[in-house]
């Protein structure tokens, strides 16, 4: 089949042209292959719910910048894709000659070293392992590909950033959001950067924000105090604030050895942030900040006497180091 230029051909190989080049314990794929998959990116589309998967597959195949499209319908059959492509661009390095792919306790399967495979799309909620859990097999590759969520839920974007997600989408995709996400990739593998969504430092948590479907990415380190709202927590920086679906105990637990303490049952403070502890008629108060946009924050009484020793401390602490 010839295909004209700028179209999109479904590959679909004969029944001996798949016996002859398929890999061992490896099945059907579908292919979209753009006009050039020499140069483009070499993707993977994984979903569960076909409609899905087709339409994820004819967007990525509309990107010049991606060259070949692969689908799975599973877990298992993403695992069993990646297996069948291993060494298809590059033979393993001289030290990994002899060796085979490595078994994944939790997919219950080899998983290859490497692959051709340079970026997964993926779905989180699946049957069998879900997203999450295969994003956790990929890390087990001397060379895991970039893993990019699509999603009908906004409440696993952090779970996905922990898993060293490059992007998070919502659905209903939109191409513009697509090539944004591509745009992220690309500039993710010339930096050289493992984990884009951390600064240099690997010690900068940064938090995924959905707003009107865009994600903005909010450093740790921008984030004045945090605001309990019910289930959500509202991050307060010196751009606006920002709601989220994290409990603030969570927050609380995971941002304790960065500075954070808990003053009151809603809210917790950057501690290097607090330039003031006072006493007014209804208890205690910090202040947050200075000049016109700082914030005043109640303190309750259970939890003065750590405020206090912390302040202490950390005062303590940045004289010893002039």
Same mark, same amino acid.
């Given at each position: 089949?010839?295909?004209?230029?700028?179209?999109?051909?479904?590959?679909?190989?004969?029944? %001996?042209?798949?016996?002859?080049?398929?890999?061992?314990?490896?099945?059907?794929?579908?292919?979209?292959?753009?006009?050039?998959?020499?140069?483009?990116?070499?993707?993977?589309?994984?979903?569960?719910?076909?409609?899905?998967?087709?339409?994820?597959?004819?967007?990525?195949?509309?990107?010049? %910048?991606?060259?070949?499209?692969?689908?799975?319908?599973?877990?298992?059959?993403?695992?069993?894709?990646?297996?069948?492509?291993?060494?298809?661009?590059?033979?393993?390095?001289?030290?990994?000659?002899? %060796?085979?792919?490595?078994?994944?306790?939790?997919?219950?399967?080899?998983?290859?070293?490497?692959?051709?495979?340079?970026?997964?799309?993926?779905?989180?909620?699946?049957?069998?392992?879900?997203?999450?859990?295969?994003?956790?097999?990929?890390?087990?590759?001397?060379?895991?590909?970039?893993?990019?969520?699509?999603?009908?839920?906004?409440?696993?974007?952090?779970?996905?950033?922990?898993?060293?997600?490059?992007?998070?989408?919502?659905?209903?995709?939109?191409?513009?959001?697509?090539?944004?996400?591509?745009?992220?990739?690309?500039?993710?593998?010339?930096?050289?950067?493992?984990?884009?969504?951390?600064?240099?430092?690997?010690?900068?948590?940064?938090?995924?924000?959905?707003?009107?479907?865009?994600?903005?990415?909010?450093?740790?380190?921008?984030?004045?105090?945090?605001?309990?709202?019910?289930?959500?927590?509202?991050?307060?920086?010196?751009?606006?604030?920002?709601?989220?679906?994290?409990?603030?105990?969570?927050?609380?637990?995971?941002?304790?050895?960065?500075?954070?303490?808990?003053?009151?049952?809603?809210?917790?403070?950057?501690?290097?942030?607090?330039?003031?502890?006072?006493?007014?008629?209804?208890?205690?108060?910090?202040?947050?900040?200075?000049?016109?946009?700082?914030?005043?924050?109640?303190?309750?009484?259970?939890?003065?006497?750590?405020?206090?020793?912390?302040?202490?401390?950390?005062?303590?602490?940045?004289?010893?180091?002039?």
């Amino acid at each position: 089949m010839v295909a004209k230029p700028g179209v999109i051909v479904m590959a679909t190989l004969s029944r %001996r042209d798949r016996q002859a080049t398929r890999a061992p314990d490896t099945q059907d794929e579908e292919i979209v292959d753009s006009n050039d998959s020499s140069g483009g990116l070499v993707v993977l589309a994984v979903d569960d719910e076909e409609p899905a998967l087709e339409e994820l597959a004819y967007l990525l195949g509309e990107d010049k %910048r991606v060259g070949m499209v692969l689908k799975a319908s599973d877990a298992t059959d993403a695992l069993r894709i990646l297996n069948s492509r291993q060494g298809v661009r590059e033979a393993a390095p001289a030290g990994q000659l002899g %060796r085979g792919p490595g078994m994944s306790p939790m997919a219950g399967t080899r998983v290859a070293e490497r692959t051709d495979v340079e970026v997964v799309f993926l779905d989180i909620r699946m049957p069998g392992l879900d997203g999450l859990e295969l994003a956790r097999v990929f890390s087990s590759m001397a060379v895991p590909p970039s893993v990019v969520f699509v999603t009908a839920h906004d409440d696993r974007a952090v779970d996905a950033y922990e898993v060293g997600a490059v992007d998070y989408l919502l659905k209903p995709l939109r191409s513009e959001r697509l090539s944004a996400s591509i745009d992220r990739i690309l500039a993710s593998r010339v930096a050289g950067a493992a984990e884009p969504v951390r600064e240099e430092s690997g010690e900068d948590e940064v938090i995924p924000v959905e707003l009107a479907g865009t994600t903005k990415l909010v450093p740790r380190s921008a984030v004045r105090y945090v605001e309990a709202q019910g289930d959500y927590a509202r991050l307060h920086t010196h751009d606006g604030s920002h709601l989220v679906r994290i409990p603030l105990s969570v927050l609380e637990d995971r941002w304790r050895d960065a500075g954070f303490v808990r003053i009151h049952r809603s809210f917790l403070v950057s501690l290097p942030l607090v330039t003031e502890l006072r006493l007014s008629g209804s208890g205690y108060v910090v202040r947050v900040g200075t000049g016109p946009d700082c914030a005043e924050l109640p303190v309750s009484r259970r939890h003065t006497r750590e405020l206090k020793d912390r302040l202490v401390r950390a005062t303590k602490q940045a004289w010893s180091q002039r």
